[in-house]
């Protein structure tokens, strides 16, 4: 009897010493065989997952603070196909998402009893949710499981409604809470994350910060806090919102009156390079950026050259006193007609003006005086000056999608003896009206030429960075730009120009240019119409430019643009705090 | 004689098999100590892991619902609706010949946003307590013997 126990004894004895022995070696076998590492990672494959963690994108503010692009939440909503179909609750889901998310009812059932993937375990419903309609359907769903709750376990029942396997993920998505405003500038964020033109473009590095790939440990153990991601800098940008929405009204009942194809109105600060404005129509609304994709020009500040025409006189003429080829009192006869490299050229009347002088040349607009000015000062100083102005090259204005017209100069295969004369007065040359407003710019604040910009500032890791003003060049003296400044002042007062401001004293510039048709040349009764303007004379604190494409009612810069320069004016004195110039000389004497 | 001593002292076996269940014994529960405090700190450490996923899904909720409401705020301020509630409240958009100007002076006019300290600046971490609160004794005895040792340098001839 002991016998036979001990036998027994022995024999589970060596049973567990194999069985110890036989996991032993599995275990040795595992951590050595050739497939180790891929069993290892197999395992880590069920242990970790890695997440591409994005900062949230930084926010953009105008130059007071006031938000202009931010991110809001929404929701993605999906369904767990398979606890839907624990519940066997398809028929309530659609019902209920169709009727909320306004969807077609038999294409959400659809989608959910007979997904696309067959084997799929979780399918989209509709994603970009917006808060309020999301929160509409959490709310249902916690209505059903607490009628649930009330009438027993669900279970109990044969199918009671539930909403259960309806999963709403939050999100953010990129907003313009002022939607259309500034929309020109902004450009727009999609929802496949792709920052398109404008701010959103050209700061997207800045924005959108540097996304982390964290290991997430699947076990509870070895859970450690995910690194706190900094989100993106936000951008302060040189915009003044109440300006900028003042320009957009003005330019939207300025197109609309003028019967004008498109309006650009800049509004920009002499003594910084800063835009206080840049209002475009059209222009969209960045919220709902699908309905816009046709649209040709997005900016036509930056992306869209075209011949200035007449308001180009004005760096002609600067060219000309500061190469003291000729002063305000100059005498010139007009003719009515000047002929240089076999062009004729006449004035936009076609009529002889007379003897005139320089100061008349450029309050009647004779285009027969500039071509003479532009002869007098030669080729070579007159393309030396507009290169100075930065004619013919980029601005380098921080907004994507700049665009230039090459400047012809003498030598190029495209220049003509005749161009010298068309050029003059803003013919057969192109240029940005970013770049007109930089050149003119550099007249209103004493011949110092400022970088255009629209980054004020940026805030990023806690810190606040502000852009410094820089000066590109020198292009005309201070005098020069002093006499032009005084000239253009009594151009405007002795015409009577409707673009004069009661309590001001303000330089400006009409601008009445043919438009160029392929096959048919220049054609009269087709204009780009604007006008450049800048003050108080004494001491410019803004330059202000308009352009109207192709207005019906009027072809000229003085009939349809120089009165919206007397609006822009009234509005931006008030909102810049300028008072009108018996004022503030006389609290300057104080 | 040793070995009627041996004999005379010897374990009687149930006490060895007493000393021996008792060891046994002794090592189980020891045994069960460890894997109990093991047990309980391992449920502890995952208890908190789980808080710690909890509380960083709060963190990304909370983080979301600012930029949220700081986009609401930018709705409920734009110019559109502003002008609207102006307009709603009475108020008339000024011009420039209903404005009188006065001058301020030492008013810089009005500043552009600042969102953060500015880089280079100081000022987040400048010390807003009255510097006495932290002078060590001996700072402020060695201040006083250099101030008085002024006062005495100044009086020499």
Known sequence: MKTDFSTRLLFIRILFILAGAAILLQIVHLQTS??????????????????LVYPERGYIYDRYGRLLAGNEQVYEVGVNLSEMRGQNNAQSIASVVSTVLDMDYNEVYGNLTNPKNPEAVYVVLKNYVSLEKGNRLKSIQNEYEKYIAEMGSAKSQSAPPNLRGLELAPHLQRSYPENNLASNILGFYTRNNEAVMGIESKYNDLLEGSPV???????????????????GASLILTIDREIQAEM???????????????????????ETGEFLAMASNPRMNPNEYWDYLDMKHFNRSVDYPFEPGSVFKVLTMAAALDNGTVQPDTPFVDTGVIEVGGLKIYNWDRSAWGPQTMLGCMQHSLNVCLSWVALQVGADNFYSYLKAFGIGRRTNVDLAGESLWPLAVPGDGNWYESSLATNSFGQGLSTTPVQLVTAVGAIANDGVMMAPHVLLGFVENGKQYNTKPQVVGTPIKKETAQILTGMLTISLEEEASDALVEGYRVAGKTGTAEIAIPGKGYVTNMTNASFIGWGPSDDPKFVVYIWLEEPKTAPWGSVVAAPVFSQVVEKLVVLMDIPPDDVRLGLRAQ | MAQGFIQAYRQAPWRIQIQRIGSILLLMVVAALVAGVYLSISAQSSAIGVEIQVLENNRENMQREIANLKNQIGVLTSAVEMEKRAKEMGFEKVTTYDMEYMLVPGYPGRQTAMLAPFSGTE????????????????????RGVNYLSEQTDEVLP
């Open chain 1, 34 to 51: 050739a497939s180790a590492s891929d069993l290892r990672k197999l395992g880590e494959l069920y242990s970790y997952k890695r997440e």
């Open chain 1, 248 to 270: 957009e009204n003005i330019i939207d009942r300025a197109v609309k009156s003028s019967g004008s194809i498109s309006g650009t109105l800049l509004v920009y600060d002499p």
């Open chain 2, 123 to 142: 000022a987040a971490n400048r010390q807003v307590s009255n510097p006495g609160f932290t002078t060590s004794l001996w700072d402020w005895l060695a």
């Open chain 1, 213 to 231: 790939e964290v290991v997430v440990s699947i076990d509870p153990n070895q859970i450690e806090e995910i690194p706190t991601i900094p989100s």
